[in-house]
């Protein structure tokens, strides 16, 4: 087993202790007066942190100059569907109550929610066509589609800053850090078209 | 004089959470216990039914509610209020809820940020300047302004336009007392009230990327404000009230979302003309200046059909269905009759 191989198999419990601590804390009954609440924004949270950092890996590739962290990119991206699917089972069994009817009038009537749902779908597209198998098949068409990760990404910020009240600091540190990683890339690629 | 209000939707004080709980100090500290340990019972057993989860939260173990600081005047008058002048059936929010889980944005705008930070905030001397359409304007200390009345409890419903909501025992005073000692003319067809604006004692009224504009300011309309129910508060659980909870001297509106209820008010003003406030100004799409509790009205970006009643645990999340004019309609729909409450939001 190559290094990559052992640093990887350290970094997928790390990703999982997010879950874990919310776990706890729910079980403990340590999530505040309004569990429901703190759950759904917690794993919402960490999806987005998630989708930030696999965005982060080609930037800091380029900017190391280590190749291998390309190995990480898919985990981090798989991990970042893997929260935001759980942000919304949450949403809809602690915030809903299982009342699928809500979802739906959510689904057409709310903007943040309609945003969110555009955000999931494209990653759940991704996770889908993630594996090698799909890589060749799909081949110049996988690049294509994959970029809709760019759109997802705008997606989640956007429908964090519509659901904020009053204070935009959090989604405003979240929408700056995405606007790095997405002009570190636009430099990239014009420098490689001059080269 | 006082108001012995008890409506059908009531039943007799005895019903309430064991005899008020929190009068009993060695009591409270037991029923808390209890519930803690039910509520153990709950998560273990991995099942719950809605409603028995009511009182379960994480409490202070050694059950105590600590005594507020504040000026002695003010507890005395307090402290000798009148019990169970009005009350429901439903089960009190925990008083560590109650006092931990606030939205004060002036001090931040975390839940967790007022019990953290208002401690910076100064209540003792308070002096309340009263203008506009009045007999009497000036600027008055609080001990003039509440010493010719007597505190009642009142055990009230709030509802967030957040959609949680909580039970809360008030102690005050109905506003209508209060106006009427500064004898408003008949031109005054608002009040409007004001928070204290120094962001040296509130923190979060430096912040930068608030929406909101401060000092805080809301409004009532006179009938509204003269309303039997409607309370301007200075204590919380047979206590003053914390700074974190808008000491000393709040407003409590019962069928309103919480956010009319103004905290730590500094100026009260009779006019002619419909008041700005805060939230109104902000986002008018979904702040109105009426702000009625009103599930068949949703907030643009949320449902108002449901709330979730605080505090809750992820089986027993006690989600529950939100009543016009938040369970208040018998006292107070009589003030809107004939308008439309989908345009007077």
Redesign the interface.
Known sequence: MDRVANIKLAVFPLSLFPLADLIIKALENNLGPDPASALTHGLGEWALIFLLLSLAISPARRLTGIGKLIRFRRMLGLFALFYAVLHLLAYLAFMLSWEWLTLLEDLYKRSYIIVGAFSLSILVALGVTSTKKMMKRLGKQWLQLHRLVYVAAVLAVIHFLWLVKSDYTEPVIYGALLAILLLLRARVFSFGRKR | MLLKIKKHSDIGSSEITPEHIYHDRRRFMQQSGRFALA??GL?LAGCSQEGEAKA???QPQDGVIPSQPGPEWLKKQVLAFNPDVYTTTEAL?PHQ?VT??NNF?EFG?G??DPLRNAHSLKTDPWSVVVEGEVAKPGRYHLEDILKPHGMEERIYRLRCV?A?SMVIPWIGIPLANILKQFEPTSKARFVEFTTLHDPEQMPGQK??????DWPYVEGLRIDEAMNPLTLMATGLYGDILPNQNGAPFRLVVPWKYGFKSIKSIVKIRLTEQQPKTTWET?APQEYGFYANVNPAV?H????Q?HE?R?????LA?N?IETQPFNGYGEEVADLYKGMDLTRFY
């Open positions: 509520g153990l998560m379960i939260s994480k929010t809820v931990s889980y944005y705008t839940k967790g957040e949680w912040a930068s990327f608030g929406s909101l902000s949703d643009p970006r949320w449902s059909k979730r605080l505090p809750g645990t992820l999340p989600r």
